[in-house]
């Protein structure tokens, strides 16, 4: 069965999330995007885990899903049938080697006694009511430790591996190996999350990464966002069919990963956001690392970061279509394809903001029409495109399924900001409409 997923998510109970994100709310924004799986985010929270009692009900081996008296209609005007599975983001801040160590990791349990059983061994550590994202002085080999001796098919995936500050390969609190952070247990890491600011090419040029799986999630505070990053499968819908497809890494069973363009990540280029300052690798090490503006170090970011740790050289992919999954330029590897959300090709389209109502209508005006986010994006021909939306808009959709925009990178926890079209060339495409 083929479909869409993503894993990592936060709940309301996080700092910084929407008081939105709920799994009624969730459960009908997944439809409406494309994806069948969600994480349930924050399972660690005694509050969010009540609810995920409460609201969800067992569906498939290992996934539940929301009682039908919770259910609410759907862009469509339909009810959702989402899945969830149980999966939480724990932080761990701790030293290991003489270094300080933050690091960000994703769990998964197949059941909610596991997750039980999880939740009171972390009590134990740290206060789990005070973030739906936990901060633990917990090290991340026993974090995994604990996890396994739960249940053996617990999962732990390093989260958004490349991050500068939270994550196992980040530049500034990070370490160069999965060894090195997971000791003995290294073993049980067969995948990472790539995160926004890197995408699968730029993992491949590490040989110690061929046997690691590359999965992507959203990560999202906002249901906006949901599915921003994702997972598509063609598995068993359980918990064991798709950890299985992950394990094996082979694309007859994962199919490919939705990615953002890098260069729109938080830290795909180092700098000082306070400074504007955001440099290339080279312009980095011309400056020893050094701020320009205020002399203090940089934040290296992860494309700086994954070039110290590669052992081969920054690949050329000449395809780019959305067609021909760009990653296919590599043999045996999961494909991959980069897009933009349909509210922001909408709202440069229009040339107004994603949050808009003009926005909102429009996307709500496809929805109903195609069936979700994903199917426009990646799958409905332009030709039936155009008979329904803006010839801006189909224009805007298919410059980013061609990889055709201009992106100014993301650097020190500022996004990089996306053009897909330049200065008056809206006007010129609404005049060829008039004309034609």
């Not at 000082?272 to 503006?293: D, L």
């Not at 000449?318 to 999954?325: A, H, R």
Request: glycine share 8%; proline share 4%; net charge neutral.
């Amino acid at each position: 069965m083929q479909f869409v997923a993503d894993f990592h998510i936060h709940s309301k109970y996080s700092r910084a999330v929407s008081k939105l994100m709920v799994l009624e709310e969730l459960d009908r924004w997944a439809d409406d995007k494309g994806m069948l799986v969600m994480g349930t985010g924050d399972f660690t929270h005694p509050e969010w885990f009540k609810e995920i009692k409460e609201k969800l009900e067992p569906a498939e081996p290992g996934l539940l899903k929301l009682k039908n008296k919770y259910k609410l209609e759907t862009i469509k005007g339909t009810k959702a049938d989402t899945r969830f599975m149980l999966t939480v983001e724990i932080s761990s801040i701790y030293t290991r080697a003489g270094k300080g160590r933050r690091v960000h990791n994703l769990v998964f349990a197949p059941d909610l006694e596991t997750v039980e059983k999880i939740n009171t061994q972390l009590s134990w550590v740290g206060n789990l009511k005070s973030d739906g994202r936990p901060i633990l002085g917990l090290d991340s080999e026993e974090l995994l430790k604990i996890c396994l001796n739960a249940n053996p098919e617990t999962v732990l995936i390093p989260a958004h591996a490349w991050t500068p500050w939270f994550a196992v390969f980040g530049s500034m609190s990070g370490f160069d190996t999965l060894e090195e952070c997971f000791g003995d247990y290294a073993k049980y890491i067969f995948a990472i999350e790539t995160g926004l600011s890197s995408d699968p090419a730029m993992n491949w040029r590490l040989s110690k990464l061929d046997n690691i799986a590359l999965i992507s999630n959203s990560d999202s505070h906002s249901l906006e966002r949901i599915g921003r990053e994702a997972n598509i499968f063609n598995c068993d819908l359980s918990y064991k069919g798709i950890m299985d497809a992950i394990r094996e890494n082979k694309p007859d069973k994962f199919t490919a990963t939705i990615e953002f363009f890098p260069e729109e990540g938080k830290y795909h280029y180092d700098g000082h956001r306070n400074c504007g300052v955001s440099w290339k690798p080279e312009e980095t090490k011309k400056n020893n690392k050094i701020c320009v503006k205020c002399g203090r170090t940089v934040t290296v970011g992860v494309m700086n970061r994954v070039a110290e740790l590669a052992d081969r050289p920054e690949l050329s992919l000449k395809e780019t279509k959305i067609e021909q999954l760009i990653a296919k330029t590599y043999t045996n590897r999961i494909p991959y394809v980069s897009l933009v959300t349909l509210d922001e090709i909408l709202g440069e389209a229009f040339g107004v903001g994603p949050k808009t109502k003009t926005v909102k209508t429009e996307y709500d005006k496809l929805i109903k029409e195609f069936g979700s986010e994903l199917k426009i994006l990646m799958k409905i021909p332009l030709s039936d495109l155009s008979s329904v939306a803006k010839t801006e808009v189909v224009e805007g959709i298919k410059r980013v399924r061609e990889g055709k925009l201009k992106i100014e990178p993301g650097f020190d926890g500022e996004f990089g900001k996306v053009k897909i079209f330049g200065e008056g060339e809206r006007e010129k495409i609404k005049q060829r409409e008039r004309l034609f």
